[in-house]
């Protein structure tokens, strides 16, 4: 029923910037992204709540930002400061809820509909 495309990766050397965008079949979803690394776990990287909370992996706080488009159904991720540890393949989700009407922002379990990736790559 939903459908995700994640779009804007690239190749960028340390300290640049990218901006990775998510366009959703449908609206009023709770969305995230996340990444994975080879050889690693998927991680979330950061979410958004439709109150407008947002929140960040330690990792990556200061450095990406995340915002959504609701008229576009058009998840945002900015990132600046590339390192070359935020090498991955970047995959957006979302969820048409929450488990028990609470927010897990980052929670892998918490979404059940996820895109294809789009590849970040940062070298240094």
């Known amino acids: 029923q939903v459908q995700l495309v994640e779009s804007g990766g690239g190749s960028v050397q340390a300290g640049g910037s990218l901006r990775l965008s998510c366009a959703a079949s449908v609206s009023r979803l709770y969305m995230a992204w996340f990444r994975q690394a080879p050889g690693k776990e998927r991680e979330g990287v950061a979410a958004?709540?439709?109150?407008?909370?947002?929140s960040y992996a330690n990792s990556v706080k200061g450095r990406f930002t995340i915002s959504q488009d609701n008229a576009k159904n058009t998840l945002y991720l900015q990132m600046n400061s590339l390192k070359p540890e935020d090498t991955a393949m970047y995959y957006c989700?979302?969820?048409?809820?929450?488990?028990?009407?609470?927010?897990?922002?980052?929670?892998?379990?918490?979404?059940?509909?996820w895109g294809q990736g789009t590849q970040v790559t940062v070298s240094s």
């Open positions: 989700a979302a969820s048409v809820s929450m488990p028990s009407m609470v927010w897990v922002p980052l929670a892998r379990y918490a979404y059940n509909y």
């Open positions: 958004i709540h439709s109150d407008g909370r947002t």
